[in-house]
């Protein structure tokens, strides 16, 4: 049966994790992730899972990727400095495939910049911040319910995928209250990720089917002998010299999320259908923004709302299918302009695209992006 509690943005990950299956935790606390680990600590142990406090961020998504190699579900949490620490091994995630989930309860930068105030300065280190052509999927969380249910489906998508996940929190999110009704578990749909069913040495770990994009990999410690590696592989796990291989399986990365982004690309719109005017929003902002469009509602303005959840890959097809309509879109982020960039490209120019940032630790009101919509004329300044 469904219930309802009264919980914080941060005590619904480690719920929606731990409905998810994750019943592994390496981490290091920093603010304003540092709740995430505490409910981990706690609930843990009540699940047979473990929860381990590393040195440092770095060691702490190593262990994350070693216990997913064994067959757990892992999750680390941090905050932008210790998600910068995390970048390599990240990467090593990726092209390993190793599947796991990383929450980034992002806070002010840059370094340790103020460390309980809100931002989203960490969209574009999301996409980018491990170095060489990679896949990425992350998810941002607009509301402490949504928390709950998004978290879920990151494990999800990861499980499928074998890919980490960024779960892109920010600190609104994180440290809000709010009365969720949490959906029966029994009505939760979970993933878990493919497994051969070889026994001894399997020499072909990392084959996949022509057409298809995930290997099937049974964990280490169930009676099956292969090579996990950061460097370019064959299908055996063994580092090759190949540029035709190492192309064919950085390629088959790629394609495994880029050729999969209807299923993994999500949005959120609200009174978009005849919207002259779209606002473009992620995560924290969205409270503001809908507040700001129903006002602008109410004065006969037509203003709608386009929300990503899906931050990466951008939901460009959705966004696009929008254009026509349109006669301007205005980006509110809690940054200098990070997912305004992403707007601009696919726009193109055929229309004028506004951005209203924030970057002095403080939030957005719904009445600044009003009088933000009643400017005359484009403007790209916070």
Known sequence: MPKTVLMQGNEAAVEGAVAAGMRFFAGYPITPSTEIAEGCA????????????????????????????AGMKAMTATSGPGFSLMQENIGYGAMAEIPCVIVDVQRSGPSTGLPTSPSQGDYMQ?????HGDHPVIALSPATVRETYTLIIRAFNLSEKYRTPVIFLMDEIVGHMREDVELPDPST???????????????????????????????????????????????ES??????????????????????????????????????AETAIVCFGGTTRAVMDAVAAAREAGEKVGMFRPITVWPFPEKALRARLPRLKRILTVEHNHGQMLLEVQRIVGGALSVDFLGRID???????????????????HAE
Not at 44 to 69: C, H, R, T, W
Not at 367 to 375: G, V, Y
């Open 237 to 274: 796990g063994f580092p090759v010299n190949s540029s035709e291989i190492a192309g064919k399986l950085v390629g088959r990365l790629l394609d495994k999320v880029e050729k999969n982004v209807d299923d993994i690309c999500r949005v959120e719109e609200v009174e978009m259908d005849d």
């Open 126 to 130: 999301a996409r980018w911040g491990t």
């Open 188 to 234: 939760l749909k979970i993933n878990q990720r493919k497994m051969s069913f070889h026994d001894g040495a399997n020499k072909q770990c990392y084959f996949v089917p022509d057409g298809q994009f995930v290997p099937a990999m049974k964990p280490f410690g169930q009676g099956e002998r292969y090579n996990i590696t950061g460097l370019a592989h064959d």
């Open 42 to 69: 706690l609930r843990l142990p009540q699940e047979g899972g473990k929860f381990i406090q590393m040195e440092d961020e770095i060691s702490s998504i190593a262990a994350v990727l070693g216990a997913s190699a």
């Open 361 to 379: 630790g403080t939030v957005i009101s719904p009445a600044d992006i009003l009088a933000k919509l009643r400017e005359e004329g484009p403007s």
